[in-house]
């Protein structure tokens, strides 16, 4: 076990930006890197937060992520979009992307969009936010390519795919989203397995698989380079299948790399993503839409509750709850903030800088 150090989010925030200052990113790009990171430690996803960036200062490092590089439209049929990531941070990829989709579904009712090529998009669930606040519904299906599969199929003993997520959002009268189911296809996030290998836990049982095919709770195998395990599907052959269609309809279908071992695998996190983004406008109102949404999802919690379980929730409620109880102070582990000494030294900044945050 570790210890953890509490960092005000904004402590954290100034991290980031720091650092992205320090690998030449312009300051609009170090606040996009910045807000999705921390905004992921904050929706209690820390798996996707500032621990992110040890590996894309290597990567920037390594020539695999390139720092002020835009999104540029390979093809543009009225809705249906088709966008380079041009390997760019994933955070300016996908806000780019995002708000052409939107602009899109404005005009049309419904856009289409297929983002290629681009460095880690993060937390998807951050896109579906996007969009909600536009109000907007939005769909996305997100492929993982550039490294090596972690994600056995069912019945599978080695991994063939990656934790390649879905996320569904919906939106409220508001600014945040009436439900938003953001997950990885895989039964954990191979950023949880970091974090459970930085901080000493064991894995949750039944999750992974080792490089036998056996199952195990030790993080080590799937943090080892070369890799020795595999995380298991998510649903049996239902969560399996939905993680090969995020390959074949946010890859194969936008034109993307998927993990094929054809393409190449240089310890990059290559995201493509079909984002369907639907104006309520177009088929209902964003009222209706939102009254009947809200009828129903109250509903559902209102479900009398089964034996083992506290409440009945609706999805983006957990993350509703992180964001309360995280407004103040998040919790760093030790593991993690060594990496982040590494990652401010490789990137210029004196290696303590995460510690003088601190204060
Ligand atoms: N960019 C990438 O390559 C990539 C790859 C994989 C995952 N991710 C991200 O990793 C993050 C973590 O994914 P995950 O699958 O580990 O998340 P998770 O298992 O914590 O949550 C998945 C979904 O279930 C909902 N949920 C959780 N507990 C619930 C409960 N008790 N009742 C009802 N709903 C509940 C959440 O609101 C969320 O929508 C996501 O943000 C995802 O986008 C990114």
């Known amino acids: 076990m570790t210890t953890d150090s ?4 904004q402590q954290l925030h100034t991290y980031v930006t720091e650092v992205c200052g320090a690998l030449g990113s312009e300051p609009e790009e170090a606040g996009l890197v910045a807000d999705q990171l921390i905004g992921a430690n904050l929706a209690g996803h820390d798996s996707h937060g500032v621990g992110m960036m040890p590996a894309y200062v290597a990567s920037v490092a390594g020539g695999r992520l390139f720092v002020n590089r835009h999104i540029s439209v390979a093809s543009d049929s009225g809705s249906v979009l088709v966008i380079d990531g041009n390997r760019a941070f994933g955070q300016v990829a996908g ?3 995002t708000n052409l989709a939107i602009e899109r579904a ?3 009712g419904v856009a289409l969009a297929g983002l290629r090529n681009s460095f880690h998009i993060g ?3 951050h896109w579906g936010e996007q969009c909600a606040r536009a109000g907007m519904v939005s769909i996305h299906f997100v492929n993982v390519a550039g490294n090596d ?5 069912y019945g599978g003993a080695d991994a063939r795919f990656a ?14 989203p009436a439900a938003l189911l953001d997950m990885a296809t895989s039964l954990i996030a191979l950023g949880k397995a970091r974090v459970a290998h930085n901080s000493g836990l064991e894995l949750p049982s039944d999750t992974a698989l080792d490089g036998s095919g056996n199952v195990t709770r030790d993080p080590a195998g799937l943090m080892a380079v070369p890799r020795d395990g595999a995380i298991i599907a998510f649903g049996n052959h239902k969560g399996s299948g939905l993680a090969i269609m995020c390959e074949l309809l946010g890859a194969a279908l936008t034109g993307g790399m998927t993990i094929s071992p054809r393409h190449e ?11 369907i983004v639907i104006d309520p406008g177009a088929l209902t109102s964003r009222s209706s839409l939102v009254a009947e949404a809200n009828e129903f999802l109250d509903y559902v919690r209102s479900s009398s509750v089964r034996a083992g379980f506290e409440e009945v929730l609706i999805p983006g409620e957990p993350e509703l709850r992180a964001r309360q109880a995280r407004a103040a102070a998040i919790a760093v582990d030790d593991g993690s903030v060594s990496q982040l000494r590494w990652a401010a030294g490789k990137a210029g900044l004196p290696e303590t800088r995460i510690e003088e945050l601190l204060g």
């Open 123 to 125: 937390r998807i669930g």
């Open 163 to 176: 934790t390649n997520p879905i996320c569904v959002a919906v939106p409220s009268m508001g600014d945040e």
């Open 149 to 153: 599969p972690i994600v056995a199929p």
């Open 95 to 97: 806000y780019e992307a």
């Open 265 to 275: 695998r240089d310890d990059s996190a290559i995201n493509s993503m079909l984002s």
């Open 106 to 108: 404005r005009e049309a």
């Open 6 to 9: 509490t960092y005000h989010p």
